[in-house]
């Protein structure tokens, strides 16, 4: 069964940065493309930032430049870098992890909770 541990939200103010973690059971996630995805209120979720295993990453357009996806394969924690963070950037943050088609299109079973990114103006 795979559990997944988002970790690392905050309030923070305009122009900062955050660095959010996800830890597993039930997964390793250096045989899998991983991804975080953030869901704001009143939307639907979506991918921000995804990784294959071969390291090559892919970001949404609004955190281009500004988010990155990182993993460290001896801990199986992924982790998200987030600077010059915006107030749009407020959202639920999850990570998942599964071949790039799951990763990509959210096409996932197991969520987590997630974390609560917090970004005042």
């Known amino acids: 069964q795979v559990q997944l541990v988002e970790s690392g939200g905050g309030l923070v103010q305009a122009g900062g940065s955050l660095r959010l973690s996800c830890t597993a059971s039930?997964?390793?996630?250096?045989?899998?493309?991983v991804g975080w995805y953030r869901q704001a209120p009143g939307k639907q979720r979506e991918l921000v930032a995804a990784?294959?295993?071969?390291?090559?990453?892919t970001y949404a357009e609004s955190v281009k430049g500004r988010f990155t996806i990182s993993r460290d394969n001896a801990k199986n924690t992924v982790y998200l870098q987030m600077s010059s963070l915006k107030p749009e950037d407020t959202a639920v943050y999850y990570c998942?992890?599964?071949?790039?088609?799951?990763?990509?299109?959210?096409?996932?079973?197991?969520w987590g909770q997630g974390t609560l990114v917090t970004v005042s103006s």
């Open positions: 039930g997964i390793i996630f250096s045989i899998y493309a």
């Open positions: 990784e294959t295993t071969g390291g090559i990453a």
């Open positions: 998942n992890a599964g071949t790039w088609y799951q990763v990509f299109n959210a096409a996932l079973n197991a």
